[in-house]
């Protein structure tokens, strides 16, 4: 997009000192950026805490005034989340609109859905976050659809009393709807998982925070394993360039599969409303036998990073699995790459030997508890030699007169479906 497209804004913020402030608002920028917008300044105040009217103090808030003027800026975009009565008192005060974190997180994950899932979650995580503000200008700006007559019992209120109890019970309503949506979707999708699962494939998920990565590393694989090479996934340097989990089965050359996942990235302050929305969307995650976290490591925020993703796995429910940490974009370093120490390997992305020791550390740990055996298949059970030849790792066949001779390496589960055809060593 051209820059003479984006809304300029003034991104603002509240030191605390309670947490990384430098970080949060660069963060801040950079979800700006990924919702069309340009900051064209960035305005900062030392409180202990907000100011419960205007969130700024007076000062600040003239001073963000005059800045609003001379630099044309179209909206305020805070870096916390702000209590209605502050969006509508800085809004007074300023002459355009204010948006705060949440707001802008909403915003973003709507332009970026696409699957009817995806929809559903953020439509239902942007009514949630509506519903205590809708006597402010913010609920225009997110797309509300309110009600219109005022009868019933409302006869002995205020028109604006009654007007905000209306579209209260006509929001609620359509969170209802949503769920009652999103209930269905999720049927479809517990089907589509119990189909992968049937097959009994290792699930290995892509984990970490949004821009990492994951996509690019992702699609490196797929070309080299994939089963179908057309379905590699988007890759967009931005924040949340898609929100929907992909899964791929991907195939090594000794027959091994595992379905591979990239989950939706993780950003610090991730509003309440969306981890709920998306926690079926990081099933995957949740249902993984090896998580790899991947992280930015030309990123000096990249401690704070993991901190994110090692919290919203917690709010999602993740239990502790086993765990590899990628440290992407070497490129962008001095350090050197491939380089492993245990189970973090520093990697970039589109370097193939890379590529070759990320795939040989997966192997590793998902492929451990398989089992090396000869079988003795009779001649009438040739549905078991091309299960063989197709899920195991065959290392030779031989024909005998009684029946085919088989030396594979298999999972603990094939070994015991199997175990009556083999071999004692």
Do not use: W
């Not at 030779?396 to 085919?404: R, V």
């Amino acid at each position: 997009m051209d820059n003479s497209e984006l809304v300029p804004v003034i991104n603002i913020g509240l030191n605390t000192g309670r947490y990384n402030f430098d970080y949060a608002m660069e963060e801040l920028k950079a979800l700006s950026e990924a919702n069309n917008m340009k900051v064209v300044e960035t305005t900062v105040q030392n409180l202990s805490q907000p100011v419960a009217g205007t969130y700024f103090g007076t000062g600040k808030v003239e001073e963000l005034r005059d800045i609003v003027v001379d630099t044309g800026a179209e909206i305020v975009v805070a870096n916390d989340e702000l209590t209605p009565s502050q969006i509508r008192n800085l809004e007074k005060i300023v002459k355009v609109p204010v948006m705060d974190r949440t707001g802008l997180i909403l915003a973003i994950f709507a332009n970026r859905a696409q699957s009817r899932e995806a929809k559903l979650q953020v439509q239902l995580a942007k009514l949630q976050y509506q519903m205590p503000r809708l006597h402010t200008a913010m609920n225009q700006r997110l797309d509300q659809q309110t009600g219109t007559s005022s009868g019933g019992g409302f006869t002995n209120r205020g028109a604006g009393e009654a007007q905000i109890e209306l579209n209260r019970r006509t929001v609620q309503r359509q969170i209802n709807h949503v769920r009652h949506e999103l209930k269905d979707v999720d049927k479809s999708a517990e089907v589509k998982r119990q189909q992968r699962e049937k097959i009994q494939l290792p699930n290995v998920a892509l984990i970490g925070y949004t821009n990492a990565g994951k996509s690019t590393i992702m699609n490196e694989l797929i070309k080299r394993y994939g089963m179908n090479e057309d379905k590699q996934v988007m890759v967009k340097n931005m924040l949340f360039a898609t929100l929907d989990t992909s899964v791929r089965q991907l195939q090594f050359d000794d027959s091994k599969k595992l379905l591979l996942s990239d989950t939706v990235g993780f950003v610090s302050q991730l509003p309440t409303t969306l981890v709920e929305a998306f926690k079926s969307t990081l099933y995957e995650a949740a249902n993984a036998d090896l998580l790899i976290q991947v992280v930015d490591y030309s990123s000096p925020n990249r401690i704070d990073m993991m901190s994110t993703t090692k919290k919203t796995l917690t709010e999602i429910g993740v239990p502790d699995l086993p765990m590899i940490t990628v440290y992407n974009k070497a490129d962008l370093t001095d350090n050197e790459y491939p380089s492993r120490a245990g189970d973090e390997i520093v990697v970039s992305a589109k370097d193939p030997a890379s590529i070759d020791l990320l795939v040989q550390v997966i192997r590793e740990k998902v492929f451990k508890n398989y089992v090396t055996a000869t079988f003795l298949i009779p001649f009438e059970k040739g549905d078991v030699v091309s299960y063989l030849n197709e899920h195991a790792s065959v290392k030779s066949t031989d024909y005998l007169e009684n029946g085919t001779k088989i030396e594979a390496e298999v999972t603990n589960v094939d070994y015991k479906r199997f175990e009556k055809y083999v071999l004692e060593q």
